[in-house]
């Protein structure tokens, strides 16, 4: 058990600080700390002695150094044994069994400013220093680095005569050591962000990732394994991380997938436009003059498949769209807003989930981003994020045909979406909705075969969207049985001049687009 008798506190997040530094002083703890804090204390009537008054040195270099001091790190370090405590008495150091320590917001002021000066000026040092020798001598120190901590600390003194078993000091030090190494990783990559392109990889040699969690799911994917959800820190691009949950039960493991997709077609489209994800993939993609329109047309589609779906809204849900909503059994939605009325007719579904994300209007794709793959046993792979756009100047049409501006619009409001499905994927597109989808197959015939039997008589002066180039002229022959009249592809095989005669032999339209958009 470790005796509280002396606590320093240096801390920038101020939340409960004086209710904790009360009630320590109230039970005999002598509280020191540095000049900002300390200010706070004392103007609360709180004892409080300076770190300047105990180490006989002022705080220097603008508070830089604070508590970079022997009669502070040794306090910290120091074992409760014999040779360490004559040692203390010999050079005048007090032991200090408590650190209370809240970094510098790093991670805030690179949100809020550009200003490379304020950024460096809060990177934290002793901070850090406080906080990593605290937690290595967890035997004899307790470590605090979340006002979500002080409440327990205290009842635990209570409860044990002021005094904190060891374990929960190993629990506090571990938390500790992760705090700062997610702080020094926000800092490292933010500062590799920095560095000229000119004299830097892509991917660093060494990855630093920093993630906080959100919280513990019910269970994964199935319920037998256990799961958590966390947060990419810092992230400012609309997310479901960030998103605001306004009603329904908790998320699953498959709903937060699910709504991802859903958002991550939503991000593609300007135009209104409507999302229906069933297990990660869309079964309705539309757009209309309304919402409700395109949530209509999106859900004709496959009525099927739409139940128990997560729906993707750019645009804030209106009253309409939630009564339409409403006359199927939907998972949960995710959107920019919703009017006062939807959430009066939505909230009548009790286990219906309501996510709020952030304005999609003006929001851009951070290039720095990385796109991971975990593999299973050890390793990660690590890739860009697929952000290419395809524009009607940037096509190679390679048909005799030239497409009309309908067969245009058709193609690409069918390539928007194809990035985010996963291969091989062939899709059906009109301008204003995707009305067939051959989705994850192992040969494009069977996707092309798929997506044209669920588009039926619609497919009739559609387009085909590919996330592939065609291996060979099979896809394109199937394609004009169903009465296709265009059709967009990468291009880039080695029977390219096969397909583009077959694609000329049936009158229709091709445009090479030159990018692959495979998702494994």
Known sequence: MIKVTRALISISDKRGIISLVNLLSDRGVEIISTGGTASIIKDAGIPVKLVSELTGFPEILEGRVKTLHPKIHGGILAKREDKHLNQLDIHDILPIDLVVVSLYPFADTIQNTNDLEKIIENIDIGGVALLRA????????????????????????????????????????????????????????????QVSIDNKNVFPEILNLSYQKVADLRYGENPHQKAAFYKEIPKNEPNVTNAEKLHGKELSFNNILDLDAALEITKEYNEIIAVIIKHTNPCGIATGNTLAQAYRKAYQVDPVSAFGSVLGFNRMVDEETAGEITKTFVEA????????????????????????????DKFSYCREDYDLRKIVGGGVLVQERNMEKVKVSNLNIVSKKTPSEDELES??????????????TILISTKDRIIGYGIGQTSRILAMKIALDQAGEEAKGAAVISDAFFPFRDSVDEANKAGIIAIIQPGGSVRDQDVIEAVNEYGMSMAFTGIRCFKH
Request: with cysteine; hydrophobic share 40%; glycine share 2%.
């Open 411 to 424: 193609l690409i409001f069918g390539w928007k979406a194809i990035k985010h499905i996963k291969s091989n």
């Open 333 to 360: 939605v995710i959107a920019p807003d919703y009017s006062k009325e939807a959430l009066d007719v939505l909230q009548e579904k009790k286990n219906i989930r309501l996510l709020k994300c952030s304005s999609l």
């Open 134 to 193: 605290a937690a290595k001598n967890f035997r004899y120190v307790v470590t605090l680095t979340s006002p979500h901590d002080y409440e327990r600390l205290i009842k635990t003194l209570d409860e044990n005569q002021g005094k904190i078993p060891q374990e929960m000091s190993f629990e506090l030090a571990t938390k500790a050591f992760m705090h700062t190494a997610n702080y020094d990783a926000i800092i490292s990559r933010y500062l590799y962000q």
